[in-house]
């Protein structure tokens, strides 16, 4: 299997291509649209066609490169069926499944940070979005996020995975690549909550600043960055 995680130093955006080998479909999980051409160099040097591209929710720090891939590649633009993104052409439901040759890729609904958000599970590798990150969890105080609907999509799906899923982040902003689902359960703190409660006391009170063009950002995403 091929699998590539990229950087966007701007905005922390992890990207991620996956195929199932050189010369072979694959897809793109979420994309940065200022970094395309470099998508497009490497698929070109892994002789690779893009098929499609996953966004896991609709972003508010960076413009998605969908609709540009889209327009390069012919490549189907993917995300959950809640988005407010009318022009995505294949909108998936919570626990269908998308296809890449011989690899499967499934659909889970996990609202909180947005009321769109989900997440893909890939065998052992969970992208996560903005749900649950390393360390962290996905903000939930604008674009109908809900402390309640991440706390349910955290702790009753994605920390129900085996403690050995390897979770991939759409963001870090401390250096780190990968973790797991038990690391996190043990080490990351706002996991450290004995109720539901607890989660949306934390969640209410981080004071974090507003994203930078979140207004241009979000309007750009749900044309998928046309």
Known sequence: MIFKQLFDQKSSTYTYLIASSKGREALIIDPVLENVSNYIILLKELDLRLVKVIDTHIHADHVTGASKLKDITKCSTIMGDHTPADAVEIKVKDDEYVNLE????????????????????????????DTLLINGTGRTDFQNGDSKDAYNSIFNKLLKLPDETFL???????????????????????????????????????????????????????????
């Open 168 to 226: 991939y982040p759409a963001h870090d902003y401390k250096g780190e690549k990968v973790s797991t689902i038990g690391k996190e359960k043990k080490q990351n703190p706002r996991l450290q909550v004995s109720s539901v409660d607890e989660y949306v006391e934390i969640m209410n009170n981080l004071d974090l600043k507003k994203p930078n063009e979140i207004d241009f950002n979000v309007t750009k995403n749900i044309n998928l960055g046309a």
């Open 102 to 129: 011989n690899l499967k890729i499934r659909a889970m609904y996990t609202p909180g940070h947005t009321s769109d958000s989900y997440s893909f599970l890939m065998n052992n590798y969970l992208f996560s979005g």
